[in-house]
């Protein structure tokens, strides 16, 4: 993040931190593991209730990424106005949202990749951000510090963006990294151990699937991605049945599911929510009220970071979506040109905004 001097590296907070040994977030951080199997249990249970409900993987990943057509045009009106009052636009709301930020408040943001900064295209490997996009981040990033947080692997992430002056958590937090301009400053990698793990999956996934025409597995690092976006929807729940066979032999993973993907992840205690929690306490803001974190999402994955302001009674949660979601986001975005506007106008805001007022130190 710019202007920002925090470095911390595997072994804790080092010189230039605004916090003196390890932190709690890094010892939440190192001690993220030891909640596996609990919550292994917990993702369980909650396939059994969908079971139980009748619904299949197919169907919720369905409603988790519906197309226009088979959502607002189809759907009533009523039910989407009904959900913008709840959770109205970001744009529509700049002032109140910005009102959070007074009284010399920092506002740090967060944004999610896929779905948020760059549109939803069939080819994961080609995701990119427009230039316009990558502009407005670099200048939000100028005022503000910035963190990119996404399910993909952090160097593709960075790759994608482009710029070298933002944190960066990719794999789903599970591998956060400070600017580039400070090499040693590998903040987290709570997941470490499951690297071996997640390596022999993803071969035996590439195998087991490599008959699903379209399906494609991807390698985050410290988790995967299976893919079902070019796959014919009457092959959906064959294949999330193939994933599952894979990983019921490995109980330290759990399956999740998002945008026409199903995720495999260490099912260690630690997701965006955390990894939000974590750059939080690393800039000097733990328990900090003047601070206002701003976290922008699409996805699943983005409602435990909405989860944790929920908690903390602080910041401000946008989704992105054109349809109504269940979400723990307060304000709504249609899409990532939205977001965009959005980012361009915290600038404009920002640049117009009267100085801090100087405190001149008495004589
Ligand atoms: O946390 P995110 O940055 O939103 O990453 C979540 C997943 O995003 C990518 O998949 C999604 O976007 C693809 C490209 O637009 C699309 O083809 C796919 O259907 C979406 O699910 C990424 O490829 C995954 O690995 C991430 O887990």
Known sequence: MTNQDVVVSEMGIAAGSALPGPSPALLACRGAAAGAMSLRYLDLAAAAARSAAGCTWADAMRASSPTRSSSRAADDADEFTAWMRKHPSALGKFEQIVAGASGGKKIVMFLDYDGTLSPI???????????????AVRDVAKHFPTAIVSGRCRDKVRNFVGLSELYYAGSHGMDIKGPSSN?????CQPASEFLPVIDEVYKLLVEKTKSTPGAKVENNKFCLSVHFRCVDEKRWNALAEQVKAVIKDYPKLKLTQGRKVLEIRP?????KGKALEFLLESLGFANCSDVLPV?????RTDEDAFKVLRKRGQGIGILVSKCPKETNASYSL??????????????????????PPMIRPRV
């Open 183 to 187: 090499p040693e400053s590998v903040l």
């Open 295 to 299: 976290y922008i999402g699409d996805d």
């Open 121 to 135: 295209v069939a080819d994961p490997d080609a995701a990119y951000m427009s230039d316009a996009m990558r502009a």
């Open 334 to 355: 249609q899409d990532p040109s939205e977001v965009m506007d959005f980012l361009l106008r915290l600038v404009d805001w920002k640049r117009k905004s009267p100085p």
């Open 267 to 271: 099912s260690i205690m630690w997701d």
